[in-house]
């Protein structure tokens, strides 16, 4: 089955202590990234890759890292967590190769519900 | 900039009623424009796309869209609601982008609406 994995799906930590969020991806898609949502503000691009070892800051980067060694995974690193943070982030895929750069949907994992205190 | 926007945060309809959803977009050129739904727990999930062409989009589970390029709207609609459609449903537009010499879209989405379905 075609999915995107996020784990966890649910992370309770305290401020400072560095944690990774997992994505993978079966779909063989150049393009990853990740979201975060916040009431109100709809979802919002925190990095994106476009393929392996090509990664960019999307619209709210800051407080983030990311890595993209393996075509399949995606993994969002906060070093220092604050509590601002606290939000719901997912990761998508889609592919962008030929003519679907522009019409092939993205593809969201199920979610990852973060709280830091 | 450009920006999509939903004017409505929260939606309450009766299960049977007719519903539409608005969405204002920004953008210079002609959009690509997507309709995104998110169930609670769940990812989203793609409802409907316009690129080009007809106006009246079909979409999945009844839903169709309206590309009116003089109103910059590209509203949802759906003749009668199920309960099974409470959910949030997020407009998105396509934004050209180049980036390691490929040019790709990247999706920028509106704040997103509640719908909840009264029985």
């Known amino acids: 089955e075609a999915q995107v994995t996020q784990n966890p799906r649910y992370l309770i930590t305290v401020t400072g202590k560095k944690l990774t969020v997992t994505c993978s991806q079966n779909m063989n898609h150049e393009y990853m990234s990740w979201y975060r949502q916040d009431p109100g503000l709809g979802l919002r691009q925190i990095y994106y890759s476009m393929n392996v070892e090509v990664t960019d800051k999307g619209d709210v980067p800051e407080g983030y890292k990311v890595s993209r060694k393996e075509k399949r995974n995606f993994p969002l690193i906060l070093e220092s967590p604050s509590p601002n943070q606290t939000s719901l982030y997912f990761c998508?895929?889609?592919?962008?190769?030929?003519?679907?750069?522009?019409?092939?949907?993205?593809?969201f994992g199920n979610g990852t519900r973060l709280t830091v205190t | 900039a450009q920006s999509v926007t939903q004017p409505d945060i929260h939606i309450t309809v009766s299960e049977g009623a007719s519903l539409e959803l608005r969405c204002n977009y920004s953008y210079g050129a002609t959009p690509y424009l997507f309709w995104y739904v998110q169930s609670p727990g769940q990812g989203l999930q793609l409802l409907l796309k316009y690129f080009s062409g007809d106006t009246l989009v079909q979409g999945i589970k009844g839903f169709e869209a309206e590309f009116k390029r003089s109103q910059s709207s590209f509203n949802l609609r759906k003749p009668s609601v199920h309960w099974s459609d409470a959910a949030e449903y997020f407009c998105?537009?396509?934004?050209?982008?180049?980036?390691?010499?490929?040019?790709?879209?990247?999706?920028?989405f509106g704040q997103g609406t509640i719908l909840t379905v009264h029985p």
């Open positions: 998105a537009v396509v934004l050209t982008r180049n980036a390691g010499g490929t040019s790709y879209g990247k999706l920028t």
């Open positions: 998508a895929s889609r592919a962008v190769t030929g003519a679907s750069s522009y019409n092939s949907p993205l593809h």
